[in-house]
């Protein structure tokens, strides 16, 4: 399956142990993550441009995920400008949250297997 | 003059007040009501009127035309509410809702390929309606359900009430202390807060006479439902905030029941107490204006 990058919108700035946030828009961070034939080659943690918008969060977040070439987005939950977004786009949403980093990815590489 | 009632905390009754006060005010003076809570404007329907003479508000909606457009990304850059989002390919495409109209896009668009086109995001109406035996002009400013930049129409609304000559413009006002509100009541002699004895009325009072002093804006009290609660933190509040109480509306269901018929208070029951202690208000305010 080659590389695939994993954005995750994380609640600190933690590495792999960074919390996922419940909210994508919002979360203080996001993590990117280089899936590698399914394993983890290198994780990242930026600020989320999105945290301190006055509105458009969602599209902030999204606007950041795509200068990284993120693939598959993941978040508790999505605000409906960045799910129509993430969905124009062909970006994959999982929602999932209160996990860290590592066990999300454990979690969702099944699905990301199948692509 | 302007006068302006407001009071922070949403429900308090602050159209209980402006509608009440326009009712009276205009038996003697030319009276406009401006309704500039346009998320959920209610002064019509306080005073059993329709709403009429319906005008757009646009505001500026940006097209690209991309046989201009080289990609460089200035227009997502400057952009402020996340509206314009760069796609992979680096072309920008725009997402209506979140767009304020500001026109950054373009003014940064090296090349010109921003296009203005327009968008309607809400509507102002002016209604001319007879009040026993006086005349009120109501200018009222409506946001287009979904829409969430309130501030054009407020200051849409605002123009068209003030285009409109009269002794007193008397401006109704959303809850809360945003930009809207404070766009409101701009260049008002006097501010009425309409508070209530409960916590939340007490935290968001606090706020409204923040705002106020901010504004270097006189500021009046006036407690409704008074009766509920304690008010002894308001008054402790008022002092410190060098503002006055002069007004309490008692705790009443004939208020309730003139809000359903849609007649202001003291024209449904002018002999009731209510309608006594917004005679007395209505008497200082005229005091003011005069």
């Not at chain 1, 786009?89 to 999982?94: P, Q």
């Not at chain 2, 809702?97 to 010109?112: I, K, N, Q």
Request: hydrophobic fraction near 40%.
């Amino acid at each position: 399956m080659g590389t695939v990058k994993v954005g995750l919108a994380v609640e600190d700035d933690s590495g792999l142990d960074s919390r996922v946030s419940s909210r994508f828009g919002r979360a203080p961070f996001l993590a990117i993550v280089e899936l590698e034939d399914g394993e983890i080659g290198g994780v990242r943690v930026v600020e989320n441009p999105g945290a301190s918008a006055r509105s458009g969060a969602g599209i902030k977040a999204v606007q950041r995920l795509l200068e990284e070439g993120v693939r598959v987005a993941v978040a508790g939950a999505f605000g409906p400008n960045a799910m129509t977004a993430l969905e124009e786009l062909g970006i994959e949403t999982v929602e999932l949250a209160g996990v860290s980093v590592e066990e999300a990815l454990q979690r969702i590489r099944t699905r990301l297997q199948g692509q | 003059m302007m006068v302006s009632v407001s009071g922070g905390k949403g429900g308090t009754g602050k159209s209980t007040v402006a509608v009440n006060l326009a009712a009276l005010l205009s038996r003697d003076l030319r009276l406009v009501l401006a309704d500039l809570d346009v998320e959920n404007p209610n002064d019509h329907i306080l005073l059993g009127a329709e709403l009429a003479g319906e005008r757009p508000v646009n505001i500026m909606l940006p097209f690209v035309n991309y046989q201009k457009c080289v990609k460089c990304g200035a227009c997502g850059r400057v952009c402020d509410t996340g509206a314009m989002l760069i796609s992979p390919d680096g072309l920008p495409y725009v997402i209506p809702r979140l767009c304020s109209g500001c026109r950054s896009c373009y003014f940064a668009c090296p090349v010109d390929a921003i296009v203005e086109g327009k968008r309607t995001i809400g509507y102002t109406y002016l209604s001319e309606l007879e009040l026993g035996e006086s005349k009120i002009t109501l200018v009222t400013g409506s946001l287009r359900e979904g829409e969430e930049h309130t501030p054009p129409v407020v200051l849409a609304a605002r123009r068209r009430a003030l285009s409109v000559e009269a002794d007193l413009h008397l401006v109704d006002t959303s809850a809360g202390t945003s930009n809207s509100v404070a766009a409101a009541v701009d260049g008002s002699r006097l501010l009425i807060a309409v508070t209530e004895p409960t916590p939340l009325g007490l935290h968001d009072l606090d706020l409204i006479l923040e705002m106020a002093q901010t504004l270097g804006m006189e500021a009046w009290v006036v407690i409704n439902r008074a009766g509920i609660g304690p008010e002894d933190d308001h008054v402790r509040l008022v002092r410190e905030r060098g503002a006055e109480i002069v007004a309490r509306i008692p705790y009443s269901r004939r208020v309730v029941e003139s809000y359903i018929r849609g007649v202001p208070i003291v024209l449904h029951s002018p002999n009731s107490p209510e309608a006594e202690e917004f005679r007395r208000l209505a008497e200082m305010v005229r005091g003011v204006v005069s």
